[in-house]
């Protein structure tokens, strides 16, 4: 088993439904790799368990590993014995968890469902019937997030109405993620996070022991890494036609955030392109952004890729495919990519500074409760030309914001970026009044920055501060 780190409200979340009496279902999803089932493994350690990770095989041999599963945890004298179905498998399940405590998973549902899609359907007929005045606690878990969605928890879903409690597994956030490699410098891990955008599966593969470079290298420019493939392999398993989505990803990446930008540039219809975007966007792989206070402006949407992992792979792998399978990744990566890393943090940053702003305006370090955070972009009348503020902080109830400028550059932020930032004040909606300002800097601030926070209301938050604790 992989080594557990984190996941405290999750574990806590689980706890609670485990102690309730009667019948529990929970339908947890997320993101492949995302450690579900090593949550659940945890979660499962002492308790009287049935645990079964669902295969791509027939519906019958997934019965035969299903039924040898139980028998295993729940009467080993049977040893040997089979199902001739599941309803016949679920009943002796219902019998065995009249009276005892048992909890039941099946993970990776949807391989269990493809091969007999009327297990919902008796699923539901056996929890009605049977398992509803019993005390088991049914868990079924899986990585398709549209499936989870739609087929589990959809209003037309056989099971729909019968779960106890809901959830999905995010990525850890850069603060949690730093957990799994300490001995690297807040730079360092704050770049652990920006190349597997907090994937538990990616980060236990980091070594902290060693230097970052050679882990990147290892992991993403040796054609027997880990990552080398994994995007491909991803897509696979979530998609038909991946090289569609592929291109769609890779045009993203390269920074065309307007459909017809993509579509411009993969030669794909629109409709194609609407589809696709669709898709990725279920999957946690795309996401759709708006200017804040402009969410009913279709011309103020933006199209970028959600997963950092993705972002990595397809900002520097495309053009170093052929270095890395003539066995020259480490001199790719030395010549290509390390020289470009700060400017690829830059939008991770971004991200990091508008969760550690939402997280303190919840937690009331500013004046007022400040609920919503995002980006804005747009003209700037006055300058007649286009301009965007990286962090606005929103409290809707007394209609106040805070503005924020992210820097993830070597050189310290001096007073012209805070008076450049102050310049766009009133830009965002007529209605709010900006209570504040924020910097975000890797590097520092100069003293003219410094002596203007302590008098004004101007928030100066380096890295280290991103990461000490609320």
């Known amino acids: 088993m992989e080594r557990f780190i984190g996941r405290e409200k999750e574990l806590a979340a689980l706890e609670r439904l485990y102690e309730k009496d009667g019948f529990q ?26 645990y079964y990770m669902a295969i791509r095989s027939g519906a019958q041999r997934n019965l035969e590993l299903l039924g040898a599963c139980v028998l295993e945890a729940l009467a080993p004298e049977l040893a040997g014995a089979r199902f001739a179905s599941y309803e016949e498998l679920f009943a002796f399940l219902g019998r065995r968890c009249a009276e005892e405590r048992v909890v039941f998973v099946i993970d990776e549902l949807p391989y269990l469902v493809e091969q007999e899609p009327s297990l919902l359907s008796v699923l539901q007929k056996t929890i009605d019937l049977s398992w509803s005045s019993g005390r088991m606690m049914l868990v079924l878990c899986g990585s398709s997030i ?32 730093a957990a799994f490699v300490p001995s690297y410098s807040r730079e360092e891990q704050a770049l652990c996070y920006g190349v597997t955008g907090g994937i538990a599966k990616y980060l236990a593969l980091l070594d902290d022991r060693r230097p970052l470079a ?16 994994e995007p491909a392999n991803l897509l696979t398993q979530e998609f038909r036609n991946i090289a569609t989505y592929s291109a769609v990803i890779e045009a993203v990446a390269s920074g065309r955030t307007k459909l017809s930008e993509i579509a411009d540039l993969t030669h794909l219809d629109a409709s194609t ?26 011309k103020k949407v933006r199209y970028a890729l959600a997963d950092h992992m993705f972002r990595f792979w397809y900002r520097f792998l495309p053009k170093g495919m052929a270095a890395v399978e003539a066995g020259h990744g480490a001199a790719y990566f030395e010549y290509a990519v390390r020289p470009l890393l700060s400017d690829y943090m830059g939008a991770v940053f971004e991200d990091m500074c ?10 009331g370090a500013f004046p007022g409760l400040f609920t919503r955070v995002g980006a804005w972009w ?32 070597n050189e310290r932020i001096d007073r012209n970026v805070l008076d450049r930032l102050r310049m766009r004040d009133g830009l965002i909606d007529h209605r709010y009044h900006t209570a504040g300002w924020l910097l975000f800097s890797k590097s520092g601030f100069t003293e003219g920055v410094l002596a203007q926070a302590e008098s004004e209301q101007v928030r100066a938050v380096t890295l280290a501060d991103l990461y000490a604790a609320p």
Request: net charge neutral.
């Open 273 to 298: 392109v609407a589809h696709a975007a669709r898709n990725l966007i279920a999957t946690g792989i795309v996401k759709k952004t708006y200017a804040i206070t402009e969410e009913r402006n279709k």
């Open 378 to 409: 747009g003209t700037h009348p006055a300058a007649h030309e286009e301009t965007d503020i990286d962090v606005v902080a929103l409290d809707e109830m007394q209609h106040t914001a805070l503005l924020g400028e992210c820097k993830y550059k």
């Open 25 to 50: 279902m929970l339908v947890m999803y997320g993101r492949r790799r995302v450690g579900k089932s090593t949550l659940l493994q945890h979660f499962a350690d002492g308790k009287r368990c049935v």
């Open 146 to 177: 549209s499936f989870m969605e739609n087929e589990v928890l959809g209003e037309k879903s056989p099971l729909f109405g019968r779960r106890s409690m809901q959830m999905r597994v995010q990525p850890f956030s850069y603060r949690e993620a």
């Open 354 to 363: 508008r969760a550690f702003t939402l997280e303190l305006g919840l937690a």
């Open 214 to 229: 050679d882990n990147l290298v290892e992991l993403f420019f040796d054609p027997s890494g880990y990552l080398y493939e």
